[in-house]
């Protein structure tokens, strides 16, 4: 895999990493014989945010083939919704940010966000897999992507029940508008950081940072609200996929 875990490389949306083709080669300098090689940007599949992706990785390579774990959606969703509050980039209360903004929606929208996909590169190049399959049962879903890939299933992965980057109830968030957290985040401040006393840099911490809790007294109304929209996206997607996801319960 890339060195960079999400370069986002063929998605134009994305700034914070180059866009030059040397550089993206780059992160696969350390590659010698290996059969398979890849890399896992979710941007790529971030509809109507980044637009033309799927294009540039046709051109790149035609016989690219992608591997989609899709969450329920309305999980996802509201997942999306904490993840933005906690890095400061959303303040309005979750029924409001819901309604105003498409992107939460539409990228749990996973026939949407799958369709360019199958159009372009066949469906026989696009794994789908669930995150409730991936994390109830990882060892028989892993070997299933190992032999989807054509390599080596007989192996064990290490550490393979431990979660990564889950969310817990409380939490940090960040406080106001994050104008200090995004200076304490900047390479200025990684520059002078050294320099700055301990005892002045965690009173700049605790200064950007504030408690917070997921559950609202709007978890009922959310959940209405989202099965109210996913319950026809999701058949939408057992259509495009001729498989079913009773796994979600719809």
Known sequence: MSRIKEPGFFAECVKYY???FEWYMS???DVKDEKIIGESSTHYTKLPLCEGVVQRLWEHNPEARFIYIMRHPVKRTI???WYNVKCGGEHRDIITALKKNQEYISFSDYAYQLTPYIERFDKEN???LTFEDLTSKPDSTLKKVFNWLGVRSDISVSNIDQKYNALPETF???KGWGLLYGFRNSVLWNKVAPWVPKNIRSAGAR??????VKSTDMDEE???LLDGIFIEKVKNLELLLSKNFD????
């Open 18 to 20: 180059p866009k030059n």
């Open 27 to 29: 992160l696969f300098k």
């Open 79 to 81: 997942s999306h919704y």
């Open 126 to 128: 696009i794994l789908t």
């Open 172 to 174: 940090k968030r960040v």
């Open 207 to 212: 200064l950007t940072l504030e408690d917070a």
């Open 222 to 224: 959310v959940n209405e």
């Open 247 to 250: 796994v979600w319960k719809y």
